[in-house]
């Protein structure tokens, strides 16, 4: 562990996995500002850091997290409330467009934001004792931090709808069957199965996997026509890398690929 006193714990795991613990427990991980600002600053620094190729973020305790710290939402106005709003969504896309994959391996209650959060994330999996729900009608307001979207476009348009109006919570099997995460497995599992998912993921040529991250991310939302051309620019790309050339040189020598990220 690199920092055990703060509200995000950071532990560097050896193969290039930083994992961000949330490390708010008594308070379910509720994102209050003090857990914003590490949140934002970690993801500058894996930005940066090359040694950092991939995030699992986790959840201490009992929550992976309970949504924004209602406790500050009480003391937003129409104005601080859009601020709040604007700077959620910035971080949260922060991740999502980070450009090395991440992974929510989430532990227990994904609730508001903290379902945001996991969303934001490359790939979501979950323990048996998760639970995911968008319970903010419940406090007259509405996710923020990109739910109404991420979701739709996670579950489709009817399961957001559900989620978002009723506020109701889903278990990890509902979760799975609607393609909110890929996997659900024991609690004691979670993490080592994360670092499994990651550390495959990792040993594969970066530049593949920041076009996929891209195409995927960006093509959602153009034309087919459009996103196919992105598509096609892409893979041209990468026909033009180093990592082209070694994979599949590696393929048809019958051994294992040594990418270098050029
Ligand atoms: N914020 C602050 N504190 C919280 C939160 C939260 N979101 N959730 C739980 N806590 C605190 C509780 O107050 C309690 O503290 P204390 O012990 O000091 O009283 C502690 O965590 C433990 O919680 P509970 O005793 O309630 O634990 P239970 O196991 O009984 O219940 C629940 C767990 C069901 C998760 C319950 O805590 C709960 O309903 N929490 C609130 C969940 C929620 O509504 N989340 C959505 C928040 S709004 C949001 O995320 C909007 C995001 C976008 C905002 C953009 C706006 C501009």
Redesign the pocket.
């Known amino acids: 562990m690199d920092n055990q006193n703060t509200v995000l714990q950071l532990t560097h795991h050896n193969s290039g996995i930083l994992q961000l613990t949330l490390n708010r427990p ?3 991980n ?3 500002a003090e857990l914003m600002e590490q949140l934002y600053q970690a993801l500058m620094t894996a930005n940066e850091d090359t040694t950092v190729k991939a995030l699992l973020i986790t959840g201490e305790g ?2 992976f997290c ?8 009480a003391k ?1 106005n129409g104005q601080t ?2 601020e ?2 604007h700077h ?1 969504q910035l971080i949260f896309r922060a991740l999502e467009q980070l450009g090395k994959p991440s992974l929510a391996a989430i532990n227990g ?1 994904a ?6 959060l996991a969303m934001a994330a490359t790939m979501r999996i979950a323990a048996t004792t998760a ?1 995911f ?4 009608v ?2 007259g ?5 990109g ?1 109404t979207q991420r979701l739709a476009r996670l579950v489709g348009k009817g399961r957001a709808l559900d989620m978002c109006l009723t ?1 109701r ?1 889903i278990k990890a099997d509902q979760a799975e069957a609607w393609g909110l995460v890929t996997e659900v497995v024991m609690p004691e599992d979670l993490l080592k199965r994360a670092i499994t998912i990651l550390s495959g993921i990792i040993q594969l040529g970066p530049l593949a996997l920041q076009s996929v991250m891209t195409v995927i991310d960006h093509g959602y939302n153009l034309s087919l026509a459009d996103a196919l051309e992105l598509e096609a620019v892409h893979f041209g790309l990468c026909c033009a890398t180093q990592d082209k050339q070694e994979g599949v040189t590696a393929f048809i020598e019958k051994r294992p690929a040594a990418f270098i990220g050029e």
């Open positions: 008594d308070a379910l509720a994102l209050n009992k929550a309970a949504g924004a710290d209602i406790k500050q939402l937003l409330g859009l709040f709003a959620g209650f609730l508001g934001g903290g379902c945001e639970l729900g968008q319970p903010e419940k406090l307001v509405i996710p923020g931090f739910g506020g919570t």
